[in-house]
């Protein structure tokens, strides 16, 4: 079904989380972000359009200044997204230019998806670029976001986004092959759920504790995210991005992940 589902879509929002970009040393994987590209690419060329939504300025903020890993303070941690969304941005940007692609950037905070004037911006920016050939890459501007004005995950912004440029299919990437009955990395006997019709009737029957080690919402940011987009008929994916050629094995069949079916249609 996911094969099936990535075949007829052609507007694509694709989710990478922090733990999918960060190595086990805790520095970002440009070797992962390079193969990405190049999956991307070949999916452009295929005539898909993407918009990526990529996590990690954190882990390439500590990666770039590591002597500041101690501190906890809010105002390092901001600095620390300051310096890191560079050193991220720089990483796609170098990856997409070997396939002659440009890159934009837009950070963006939960108050410019409640004002209707910069709504209407986002989308006309995402539109112009996405029609120009250049791969759109979101995230969230933790440099100036605090608590109560936060989205607060990628899970959620990227759903938003999914919404605000009519998508057809949102793609979240995690360190997880899908949804599980309980929490995989405690529960070797967990079991995958391939197929989600209602989130709700799931939330009911599954335990949903734990994050990975650079992870922010866990399962449950990744579940209201497909309600959010469910909502608008828009189909969710969530799949392991840590697999070799993750989006290519994806879009070939080889490996599949679990489909959330937008609420508006059936498959
Ligand atoms: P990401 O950085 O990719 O967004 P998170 O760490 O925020 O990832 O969320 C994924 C984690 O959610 C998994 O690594 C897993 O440990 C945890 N988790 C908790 N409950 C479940 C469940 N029922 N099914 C799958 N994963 C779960």
């Given at each position: 079904m996911t094969q099936k589902l990535l075949k007829r879509a052609r507007k694509i929002v694709i989710k990478i989380g922090s733990n999918t970009l960060a190595k086990e040393d805790g520095k970002i994987n440009y070797k992962f972000i390079c193969d990405f590209a190049a999956q991307c690419a070949f999916l452009i060329e295929s005539g898909k359009q993407i918009v990526l939504v990529s996590s990690g300025a954190q882990v390439a903020g500590l990666s770039t200044i590591?002597?500041?890993?101690?501190?906890?303070?809010i105002h390092y941690r901001q600095a620390l997204c300051a310096v890191g969304q560079v050193e991220l941005m720089d990483n796609w940007r170098t990856a997409f230019a070997n396939f002659g692609i440009h890159i934009g950037q837009l950070l963006l905070t939960k108050e410019d998806f409640s004002d209707e004037h910069r709504t209407l911006n986002m989308r006309n920016t995402l539109f112009t670029l996405v029609d120009e050939g250049v791969v759109p890459i979101i995230n969230e501007n933790?440099?100036?976001?605090f608590d109560e004005i936060?989205?607060?995950?990628?899970d959620n912004l990227s759903a938003l986004t999914a919404i605000l440029w009519n998508a057809d299919l949102l793609l979240l990437f995690s360190d997880i092959d899908g949804v599980y009955d309980k929490n995989p990395k405690n529960n070797p006997d967990a079991k995958l759920i391939?197929?989600?019709?209602n989130v709700a009737d799931l939330r009911r029957g599954i335990s949903t504790g734990g994050v990975s080690s650079?992870?922010?919402?866990?399962i449950e940011t990744k579940l209201e995210a497909a309600e959010k987009v469910g909502a608008y008929g828009i189909d969710m994916i969530l799949a392991?991005?840590?697999?070799?050629r993750a989006l290519a094995s994806l879009a070939d069949g080889s490996i599949h992940g679990t489909v959330f079916i937008g609420d508006s249609h059936g498959i």
């Open positions: 590591d002597c500041w890993t101690r501190k906890t303070d933790d440099s100036v976001s936060k989205i607060g995950d990628n391939p197929v989600v019709e650079f992870g922010t919402g866990g392991n991005g840590s697999f070799p």
